[in-house]
């Protein structure tokens, strides 16, 4: 289902990350305590003064997180025949991925990364999510030689069968950011962590 303009309908995402796909194949390296989590006073969020400029549609490459070591390739991702969205390859742990759907970072609107938590053998690109925090810097260079720099508002753990994909995925009067990954503990008969982490986060400055 596509809305106005070409894109993804909002509503056509209702099985949007209902797994998140994003731990299919992992062994939950964890523990039980699962990968590292917001606190609970993370999920308040912290509007920026100031937002940056709204940019023109440019393909982002790649996403930078300096506070949890994160420097990663993006590939696209579309939607799967049941309507949920694709996820990165599971052989490749250190990339994310962009869900074309929506906004590219930097233009108007939620754009939406999605990066695994871990794999079979090791943690995987997003694997530390949970430790990022209100003022934190996401950077995402596009195919157009810009980078729009975010600051992150908010970030919240929650469960999966009540993942919020009006907020996430919803419409944005300014260019706004989400990073999701999986969290919380790994149930081994489903093999699928049990939560997810989401990091919500406004254009502040492109350089």
Known sequence: MRGKGGRWGLWGLAAVLSAAGLAAVVLGLSGPAGPPGP?????????????GPVLGRSLPVRVDVPSIGVRAPLVRLGLEAGGAVRVPPAGRPGEAGWFEGGPTPGERGAA???GHVDSAKDAAVFYDLGRLRPGHRVEVSRADGRVAVFTVESVERVPKDRFPTGR???????????????????????RSYTDNVIVYAAETSVR
Do not use: K, M, Q
Not at 41 to 48: G, I, L, Q
Not at 168 to 190: A, E, N
């Open 39 to 51: 606190p609970a006073w993370a999920a308040t969020p912290r509007p920026v003064e100031r937002y």
């Open 112 to 114: 939406v990364i999605l």
């Open 168 to 190: 996430v995925y919803g419409p944005l009067d300014h260019p706004g950011l989400r990073l999701v990954t999986c969290g919380g503990s790994f149930d081994r008969g489903r």
